[in-house]
C-alpha cells in the first residue's frame, strides 16, 4: 500500500462513482483521473517511472483500457498531469502568506514544503527523482515553480541593503542546494529527518552574504575540442560510446545498439564487459569518478593552503570535464534520469570533492555536516544547469562561485571572494609556490621547448612524470589563459602554448595577482628561451643579435610614453614576423627560430642601477 494525495493505493478501486445517469459526465472524469493520479504515484513508487506501463494504471485505479485512452494519448501525457497536479498543491500549501515578508517567510516556506513532502513521499518522489525519466515535458511544472521561487528571492534580495547585489547564480543555486538535501533525504527513504534538519538548513543558506566584490563569472573558458571515443582498451571505448550516445538521446532513449555500433564493437565484445545499459550507467560513472579524481586530488594535494588549494580543485574538476563534455554530461545531468541507484553511485564516485570540503572543519569546527552537504547541493544544481542549458564546455566559468559558496562559511565573504577572484595567491617563484607550482612551470617549459602543439602523453614521456597530474597542469595552464587546446590530427586532445595579446583594459581590469601570474609564466619562458640558446650556443651565433639592459628614474609621464614606445616595437615586431614566414612560404623554406622580448617594469626603489 502507498499513500498517494488521492488516497491510499488499495482504495482506489473502491472509489468508483456508481454508474447511470445521475451522475454528471464531468463528475465521472475528474473521478477517474484522480484515482489514476494516484495509482501513477503508486505505481512509480514501486517499479520506477520506466517500468511502469498503462496496464499497471489501469489494474491500481480500477478504471478501463477504453476510459484511459478517452482522457489521456499514453503514460507520458498522464504523468505530466500528475506532476502539475502534485506541485500546484504543494505551493499552495507552503504559501506563508500569514507570515511578513523577509527571511523569516522563507524560513516558513521551506518548513512546510518539508512538512509536505514527510507527509506524501511517493508524491514527492515522484517530482523531484522519477519527473527526470519522464523527459523535459514532465520536469517542465517543477522547473517552473523553482524559476518561480528564484524570481521571488532575487526581489525580496534587492529590498535587503545586505543582501543587493546578490548574483542571481547564487540564488538559484541556494535554492537548488536546498532541492539536493530533499532529493537525497528522498532517495534514501529518510525523509522524515527533513522535520528536524529544515530550520537549521534554511538558517545556513540563510547566512550567506553576496560577494563583497564582483566574481568574475566571465572567466576565458578553454577552446573547444572534438571528443574522442579512442580508448586503451574495449571497457573504455565502450564506456565513452555510452556516454556520448546518453548525452545526444539522454539515458531512457539509449539503446546498446546504438553503443556498440558508435564504439565500432561487436554486441559480443560489450556483453562480455558489461551485462546489460544498468551495468554500463554503473560503470560509466566509476570511470567518471576515477578520472576526475585523478585530476583534481593532485591539483589539490599541492597548492600550499587549504582555500587556494580548494579554488585549484574547482579550476581542475570544471575544465577538465569541459575537455569531456559527454562524461560531463552523463555525470552532471543524465544521472538524475537514470534514477536513485544513478544518484547514489555518483555520491560516492565524487567522494574526494567532499573530503576536501572537510578538511575544511580543522580550521571552522563549527561547520556542520549538513552545511558540508548544502555546499555540494549547491555546487550540483550550479553544474547541473550550466551542462544543461550552456553546455559542458562553459562549465569552467562556475569556478568562482562555487570557490566562494564553499569556501565562505569557513573563512567568511571576504577572504573567500579574494580567493573565488584569484586574489591573495602564493605567486613568486617556483620554490616561493611550492611543488606544485614548481611542476605546473615544468609542464609549462616542456610545451615551450616542443614547439608544437602535444597531447598529455608526450608531455608525461618528457618529463617522466603521471599522466593524471600532467593533465591536472596542463588544464590549470589553460584556465590561466597562457596555454590552448585542439583536436589532433589522430583524435584526442594537443596542447599549446597560447598567449594572444592582452588589450590594455582587459589587462587593467585584472587583479594583481592575475598579472603576475601571466607575467610569472612569461617569464619563465623567456629564462627558458635564453638558456636553450646559450646552451646551444646560438644566442650569440649571429652578430644582429640584440641585447641591451636601460636603468633609470622616471615619473609615470615617462612610463606612460616607455609603454607606448614598446607597444608600437611589439606590434612592428610582428608584423615583421608576418612578412617573413610570408616569404619563407613563398619559398618553401623553413628558415630558424627567433625570439623577440620586450619589457618596461618597476624596480623597488632599492633596485640595482648598474647598466649593460
Not at 611550492?434 to 598529455?456: F, Q, S, Y
Request: contains cysteine; charged residues 30%; negative net charge.
Amino acid at each position: 500500500m502507498v499513500d498517494t494525495p488521492w488516497g491510499a493505493s488499495d482504495t482506489l478501486r473502491g472509489r468508483m462513482l456508481p454508474p447511470g445517469p445521475a451522475t454528471p459526465p464531468e463528475d465521472v472524469a475528474r473521478n477517474q483521473r484522480e484515482r489514476l493520479f494516484g495509482a501513477m504515484v503508486a505505481s512509480v513508487a514501486s517499479r520506477g517511472y520506466s517500468a511502469t506501463r498503462v496496464t499497471d494504471l489501469i489494474e491500481l485505479s480500477g478504471i478501463s483500457r477504453r476510459s484511459f485512452y478517452a482522457l489521456y494519448p499514453d503514460k507520458e501525457a498522464c504523468f505530466r498531469e500528475v506532476v502539475e497536479e502534485i506541485v500546484v498543491e504543494a505551493l499552495k500549501r507552503a504559501d506563508p502568506s500569514d507570515v511578513p515578508a523577509g527571511e523569516e517567510r522563507a524560513r516558513q516556506r521551506f518548513q512546510r514544503l518539508a512538512a509536505a513532502v514527510i507527509e506524501q513521499p511517493a508524491a514527492a518522489r515522484l517530482c523531484l527523482i522519477e519527473a527526470h525519466a519522464a523527459g523535459p515535458e514532465a520536469l517542465r511544472p517543477v522547473e517552473d515553480a523553482v524559476a518561480a521561487v528564484e524570481k521571488l528571492m532575487r526581489i525580496r534580495a534587492a529590498e535587503m541593503p545586505e543582501r543587493a547585489g546578490t548574483p542571481p547564480e547564487m540564488i538559484g543555486a541556494l535554492v537548488g542546494s536546498a532541492i539536493e538535501v530533499v532529493r537525497t533525504r528522498l532517495r534514501r527513504g529518510e525523509e522524515r529527518e527533513l522535520a528536524e534538519l529544515a530550520a537549521p538548513l534554511t538558517d545556513f543558506l540563510l547566512a550567506y552574504r553576496p560577494p563583497p566584490r564582483p566574481l568574475r563569472l566571465g572567466t576565458r573558458l578553454p577552446t573547444a575540442a572534438p571528443e574522442t571515443l579512442a580508448g586503451h582498451d574495449h571497457q573504455e571505448r565502450a564506456l565513452r560510446a555510452f556516454a556520448a550516445v546518453v548525452a545526444e538521446r539522454g539515458y531512457e532513449n539509449t539503446t546498446i545498439e546504438e553503443v556498440v555500433r558508435r564504439a565500432s564493437m561487436s554486441p559480443t565484445t560489450f556483453y562480455a564487459n558489461f551485462a546489460g545499459k544498468r551495468e554500463a550507467l554503473v560503470a560509466a560513472i566509476d570511470n567518471a569518478g576515477a578520472q576526475l579524481a585523478a585530476a583534481v586530488v593532485p591539483s589539490y594535494r599541492r597548492n600550499p593552503d587549504w582555500p587556494h588549494a580548494l579554488r585549484a580543485a574547482y579550476v581542475t574538476l570544471f575544465n577538465f570535464m569541459a575537455s569531456r563534455p559527454a562524461m560531463a554530461h552523463l555525470v552532471l545531468v543524465d544521472v538524475y534520469a537514470a534514477g536513485p541507484e544513478a544518484l547514489s553511485r555518483r555520491e560516492e564516485a565524487l567522494r574526494s570533492l567532499r573530503q576536501m570540503l572537510e578538511e575544511g572543519r580543522r580550521r571552522a569546527p563549527e561547520v556542520s555536516d549538513l552545511a558540508i552537504e548544502a555546499i555540494l547541493g549547491a555546487v550540483a544544481s550550479l553544474a547541473y544547469r550550466q551542462a544543461r542549458e550552456g553546455g559542458a564546455r562553459s562549465l569552467p566559468a562556475l569556478a568562482p562561485l562555487c570557490a566562494y559558496l564553499s569556501l565562505a562559511p569557513f573563512i567568511g565573504a571576504e577572504q573567500a571572494c579574494a580567493v573565488a577572484n584569484g586574489e591573495a595567491s602564493s605567486g613568486g617563484t617556483p620554490e616561493q609556490m611550492g611543488e606544485a607550482g614548481r611542476e605546473r612551470e615544468l609542464v609549462l617549459h616542456t610545451l615551450n621547448r616542443l614547439g608544437r602543439p602535444a597531447d598529455v602523453e608526450e608531455v608525461s614521456r618528457e618529463l617522466e612524470a603521471p599522466t593524471a597530474e600532467v593533465e591536472a597542469h596542463l588544464e590549470a595552464l589553460v584556465a590561466d589563459g597562457v596555454a590552448n587546446r585542439e583536436r589532433g590530427d589522430e583524435g584526442g586532445t594537443r596542447y599549446m602554448i597560447h598567449m594572444p595579446p592582452i588589450g590594455e583594459e582587459e589587462w587593467a581590469a585584472m587583479s594583481q595577482p592575475e598579472r603576475e601570474r601571466i607575467s610569472q609564466h612569461i617569464g619563465y619562458m623567456v629564462l627558458e628561451d635564453v638558456s636553450q640558446s646559450v646552451k646551444a650556443k646560438t644566442f650569440d651565433r649571429r652578430p644582429e643579435r640584440v641585447l641591451a639592459r636601460m636603468v633609470g628614474w622616471i615619473d609615470d609621464q615617462g612610463m606612460l610614453e616607455l609603454r607606448d614606445l614598446h607597444i608600437e616595437g611589439a606590434l612592428a615586431t610582428m608584423e615583421v614576423i608576418e612578412r617573413s614566414e610570408e616569404r619563407l612560404r613563398g619559398k618553401g623554406d623553413r628558415g630558424f627560430p627567433v625570439r623577440a622580448v620586450q619589457t618596461v617594469f618597476e624596480l623597488p626603489e632599492d633596485g640595482s642601477a648598474s647598466e649593460s
